[in-house]
């Protein structure tokens, strides 16, 4: 029996000296709030990182298509010189100026073309001849054309790209969240046995004592050591959990220089309120109307529905006949100051006319693809019908689950205040002597049980929160 008590004794000790321990180590805790994440997450991560180039790629497009608007030099020499005869000596220069009205372009001209087998009708005199004109599309192109098409559909892309970038960067929070909520409920529920543990401990430690002294059987001492192993067995087991949690919400944590960071083992997360507020009906409308033109997949819808107008608009135009007129005047000045004769410089008498006329007589191809486009708009109305509905379905639900959860929580409060009332007397009765260890242990269980569940509540009630911001395309 002496032997049993040194036993007993030395257990008690080391088990305050735990407990000594881990008060210690809970000193050095610090907190990592959901701002702490969000700020490393939004400023390193890089998908986000890379998700946010998505604007620079369609503002990289419309810088292609500003290029159609670009003023082109052109210029070609050509020279042949045989049997002391000279063919042909041309020279022939073009600045080309697109103007954005009317699909016009403005051309100034300089060309020198002699030699004795020089084609008579682009002859010039040896001081060559300056020109200045401009070319109209009077039928197909004068409204819009390919090049001011390709401008407007690249710039209903920034509004697409952006959509998806607010998709991308919506995903990778909402994740993190669930994995911050995650951690969240593993800390707690390694705290609450915990706590347990040190409970049984302590526990075993009085009735140790007790046993010493002959005023407890040696039976509870065993009884009580019991509890605290089983405890500690099951808190090995939610320290792994809590490990692997702290491990995976790691996944999303990067420093400026795009190395991952690693969450330390003293990081706990941050306290949440126990009383549960749900968004108001005035919140669920903002969200339901928010989401109608807000929500990153109505957004891309929107400009996609966009681009095809543009598109419609242009095969449209691609129905009428091609008719351009080009007019230009010529002279033979070669310089701003230089004096020339009249009947050489600009004026109405020396110019140089054309157009230009086609049409398809049956125009199939141009009625297929105008066909086509409006196939895809109405493709794309049933889509956005059916996508603004199913994005409706999905806040309803999840307010919903949110008002199943906040119920739930309350019930639970209600039974932990129960059971802890329960607990309180059982402990009462086991100092009077009317009750005995294994019911207190029971009770004791029963009760950290019951505060599991109800983090897990509180847990799930918070990731279902931030799933209905999720689904109205915004960030909780």
């Known amino acids: 029996m002496n032997k049993l008590k040194f036993i007993v004794i030395v257990l008690c000790l080391f088990s305050f000296r735990n407990i000594q321990a881990q008060e210690k180590e809970d000193r050095l805790e610090k907190t ?29 497009q419309v810088t292609q298509a500003l290029g159609k608007f670009d003023p082109t ?60 004109g401009l070319s109209i599309p009077l039928g197909q192109g004068l409204i819009v054309d390919s090049r001011r098409n390709t401008l407007a559909q690249a710039k209903a892309m920034i509004n697409y790209l952006e959509g998806e970038k607010i998709k991308q960067i919506n995903a990778i929070w909402f994740q993190a969240l669930s994995d911050y909520w995650n951690w969240y409920f593993a800390y707690q529920q390694y705290q609450l046995l915990q706590e347990g543990v040190k409970l049984a401990d302590q526990r075993f430690k009085a009735i140790s004592e007790q ?65 549960i507020s749900l968004p108001d009906n005035k919140v669920i409308s903002g969200l339901l109307d928010s989401a109608k033109i807000a929500h990153p997949e109505m957004i891309k819808l929107a400009s996609k529905s966009q681009q095809l107008m543009f598109e419609e608009r ?115 009765k086991f100092e009077l002597g009317e009750s005995t260890l294994f019911v207190i242990n029971s009770r004791e269980n029963k009760l950290i049980e019951m505060r599991i569940k109800q983090e897990k509540l509180l847990t799930d009630y918070r990731k279902a929160l931030a799933e209905l911001y999720y689904k109205a395309g915004t960030k909780f």
Do not use: C
Request: charged residues 25%; aromatic residues 10%; glycine residues 4%.
């Open 32 to 60: 990592f709030t959901l701002e702490d994440m969000e700020e490393l997450l939004m400023a390193n991560h890089p998908i986000v990182k890379q998700v946010t180039l998505l604007s620079e790629t369609a503002k990289a």
């Open 73 to 132: 030099v052109s210029a070609s020499f050509k020279n042949k010189y045989f049997g002391n005869t000279d063919y042909y000596n041309q020279w022939n220069s073009e600045l080309k100026i697109p103007l954005w009205l009317a699909g016009a372009d403005l051309k100034i001209a300089y060309d020198r073309n002699v030699g004795d087998y020089t084609n008579p009708q682009s002859r010039t005199n040896n001081a060559g001849l300056s020109a200045i």
């Open 211 to 275: 046993t010493i002294l002959g005023d407890k059987p040696t039976i509870d001492s065993i009884e009580a050591l019991v509890v605290v192993k089983e405890r500690k067995i099951e808190l090995s087991k939610y320290a792994v959990e809590l490990k692997n949690a702290r491990i995976v919400l790691s996944n999303h944590l990067w420093n400026d220089q795009q190395f991952p960071v690693e969450l330390p083992e003293y990081a706990i997360p941050e306290k949440i309120e126990r009383a």
């Open 314 to 428: 242009y095969r449209k135009e691609m129905l009428k006949p091609r008719f351009t007129v080009s007019g230009t005047l010529i002279s033979s000045r070669r310089g701003i100051n230089e004096v020339i004769p009249p009947q050489y410089d600009f004026n109405w008498r020396n110019y140089k006319l054309g157009f230009e006329f086609g049409f398809p007589l049956f125009i199939r191809a141009e009625r297929g693809k105008l066909r086509e486009v409006r196939i895809k708009q109405d493709q794309l109305r049933f889509e956005q019908v059916v996508t603004e509905r199913n994005i409706y379905n999905d806040i309803i639900k999840k307010y919903n689950d949110l008002n199943a959860y906040s119920q739930q929580i309350d019930l639970q409060s209600v039974n932990v205040s129960n059971q802890e009332f329960l607990l309180k007397g059982e402990l009462n």
